[in-house]
């Protein structure tokens, strides 16, 4: 189950890659050059040894489900697309990235399921949200 689209993102300096790297099908996400942590959310610094020498690389945009709850009631979301499903990721790179499952049932969701990126359009159509479906 999907819901196109998606509300906009607020967007800033610091996110826009992130934000804009799904309308180039691409995941992008940051490390650190200092002490090469790779992480999710954009920063401008980074959260671990809070240096301001990161980079932009492009993500695999595989990864494994962290951890997921099914919401049957979500104030706002459209009712024929319950029940949604809302997990954290975690990317094959190692950061862990909270989003929601797509075109998936949800009784066949689990912990260690591995997941791909895919990503639906903004509701402005200026960028595109990542999303995840089991592979």
Do not use: K
Request: hydrophobic share 35%; with cysteine.
């Amino acid at each position: 189950m999907t819901w196109e689209p998606r509300p906009s993102p607020v967007v800033t300096p610091e996110n826009e890659p992130y934000w804009t790297g799904g309308l180039d099908g691409e995941l992008r996400i940051q490390r650190c050059r200092d002490c090469d942590l790779v992480y999710v959310y954009p920063r401008a610094h980074c959260p671990d040894c809070l240096g301001d020498g990161v980079e932009w690389f492009v993500a695999s945009g595989r990864g494994t489900v962290y951890s997921y709850t099914v919401a049957h009631q979500v104030a706002g979301w459209p009712e024929a697309e319950l029940p949604l499903v809302n997990a954290y990721v975690e990317l094959d790179e190692g950061p862990r990235l909270m989003t929601n499952l797509v075109d998936c049932d949800p009784a066949d969701v689990a912990v260690g399921v591995s997941v791909e990126v895919r990503f639906e359009p903004s509701e402005d159509g200026a960028f595109a949200v990542p999303v995840f479906t089991p592979v």
